[in-house]
């Protein structure tokens, strides 16, 4: 199965930071990557598919990029709403992997 | 509106089973492959097993083959997913979840409420 890895496991920022969450694959994915954002007691929410592709109705502040095996998720100015857990996944084969998480926490 | 509502969620004993129900509204969900996930408490998310439109083809992950089975009714717009051998490691929330796109088997656009399934004595 493939791995994935995310860094860090946790951030502390502020609001109107830049922030950007890595996540690696243990073997190539090509572009067969997204991106997650996960708050307590709510289902998971789709962010960014594809690697880069951003899922209607997601804030533009959010953007992918990378293919292979490094991919980046970079939120360019840090909302309110945006403290929470992230999650990468790969879907180019089984198991349909994700990462280990990140957690952005206020500074 | 697009839905999925899970149900089934439990506390039982280590050995013993359980099944889980997704019903699926709003969408054409034969059209769809369709996954279980499942999230234990304090950890990440887990990709537990997937079904093709038609039920032919299932998937699972390694940790869960011959104790878990995934199967679907398109009649119902349901999904199923029969837990046996339940073991403590198996306790988590567990989301049905729809892909983004008809044509293929992730990522997920569209997830349950989730149902809490706890394994202990």
């Known amino acids: 199965d493939i791995q994935m890895t995310q860094s860090p496991s946790t951030l502390s920022a502020s609001v109107g930071d830049r922030v950007t969450i890595t996540c690696r694959a243990s073997?190539?994915?090509?572009?067969?990557l997204a991106w997650y954002q996960k708050k307590p007691g709510r289902a998971p929410n789709l962010l960014i598919y594809?690697?880069?592709t951003l899922q209607s109705g997601v804030p533009s502040r959010f953007s992918g990029s990378g293919s292979g095996t490094e991919f980046t998720l970079t939120i360019s100015s840090l909302q309110p709403d945006d403290f929470a857990t992230y999650y990468c996944?790969?879907?180019?084969?089984?198991?349909?992997?994700f990462g280990g998480g990140t957690k952005v926490e206020i500074k | 509106e697009v839905q999925l509502v899970e149900s089934g969620g439990a506390l039982v004993q280590p050995g013993g089973s359980l099944k889980l129900s997704c019903v699926a509204s709003?969408?054409?969900?034969?059209?769809?492959?369709m996954s279980w996930v499942r999230q234990a408490p304090g950890k990440g998310l887990e990709w537990v097993a997937d079904?093709?439109?038609?039920?032919?083809?299932?998937n699972y992950v390694d940790s869960v083959k011959g104790r878990l089975t995934i199967s679907r009714d398109n009649a119902k717009n349901s999904m199923y997913l029969q837990m046996n051998s339940l073991r403590a490691e198996d306790t988590s929330v567990y989301y049905c979840?729809?892909?983004?796109?008809?044509?293929?088997?992730?990522?997920?656009?569209?997830w349950g409420q989730g149902t809490v399934v706890t394994v202990s004595s």
């Open positions: 979840a729809r892909p983004y796109n008809s044509g293929w088997y992730g990522p997920f656009d569209i």
């Open positions: 709003g969408f054409s969900f034969s059209n769809y492959w």
């Open positions: 079904i093709k439109q038609d039920g032919s083809e299932k």
């Open positions: 073997q190539s994915i090509s572009k067969w």
């Open positions: 594809k690697a880069s």
């Open positions: 996944q790969q879907y180019n084969s089984y198991s349909l992997t």
